[in-house]
């Protein structure tokens, strides 16, 4: 399993990026698929999440209707669009699945938000 994150970078207040996850080695198209967040000197914290078929979708809080989670199965990637971003969502962003019991991360990227 292998999950590489794209797309951060750094961004004014009020602008947006759009991360993606490039998956390979499972069935992506069979696995529910999400994105976290690290801050420095916090636990890292589920941002979205997305299930096989895409048809459900979950969000934090601090994101609704901001952050758009969504996935192409075709080309085994996952996306989270990013608005209206705020200097809170500065963080390391990474996605993540589950095959068998077992948690894969990708390397993440890293997304600051400053003016």
């Known amino acids: 399993v292998t999950l590489v994150e794209s797309g951060g970078g750094l961004v004014q207040p009020g602008g947006s990026l759009r991360l993606s996850c490039a998956a390979s080695?499972?069935?992506?198209?069979?696995?529910?698929m999400s994105w976290h967040r690290q801050a420095p000197g916090k636990e890292r914290e589920l941002v979205a999440a997305?299930?096989?078929?895409?048809?459900?979708?979950n969000y934090a809080d601090s994101v609704k209707g901001r952050f758009t989670i969504s996935r192409d199965n075709a080309k085994n990637t996952v996306y989270l669009q990013m608005n209206s971003l705020k200097p809170e969502d500065t963080a390391v962003y990474y996605c993540?699945?589950?095959?068998?019991?077992?948690?894969?991360w990708g390397q993440g990227t890293q997304v600051t938000v400053s003016s």
């Open positions: 997305i299930t096989n078929g895409g048809g459900v979708t």
């Open positions: 993540r699945t589950i095959r068998l019991g077992v948690y894969y």
């Open positions: 080695g499972f069935t992506f198209s069979s696995s529910t």
